[in-house]
């Protein structure tokens, strides 16, 4: 069985920085795209950042210049440096990784961590 497990979630005053991390652990094949997603109380589950197998990384224009998406691919791990963090970044953080398992891609997400941002 997959499964996605996050970390690296909690409280920061604004203008700081957490580092959000993901692994996905079992009889894992090959990972395709991974990502964040982010769901703020009363709002829609919004992309915030996006990674492919090669590298290639896009992200929501609200994060630009300050989140860094990366993966380590021998790990299975994806990671969300957020920097310059405003109250507005305030959500439940979701990691979402298309992974090859029982002969097919499918979506699996973790479970969501908190980043909570302020004063």
């Known amino acids: 069985q997959v499964r996605l497990v996050e970390s690296g979630g909690g409280l920061v005053q604004p203008g700081g920085s957490l580092r959000l991390s993901c692994a996905a652990s079992g009889s894992i094949l090959s990972i395709n795209d991974m990502g964040w997603y982010r769901q703020a109380p009363g709002k829609e589950r919004e992309l915030v950042a996006a990674i492919t197998s090669f590298g290639s990384t896009n992200y929501t224009d609200g994060v630009k210049g300050r989140f860094t998406i990366s993966r380590d691919n021998a790990k299975n791990t994806v990671y969300l440096q957020m920097n310059s963090l405003k109250p507005e970044d305030t959500a439940v953080y979701y990691c979402?990784?298309?992974?090859?398992?029982?002969?097919?891609?499918?979506?699996?997400w973790g479970q969501g961590t908190q980043v909570t941002v302020s004063s």
């Open positions: 979402n990784a298309e992974i090859f398992w029982r002969g097919r891609y499918s979506d699996y």
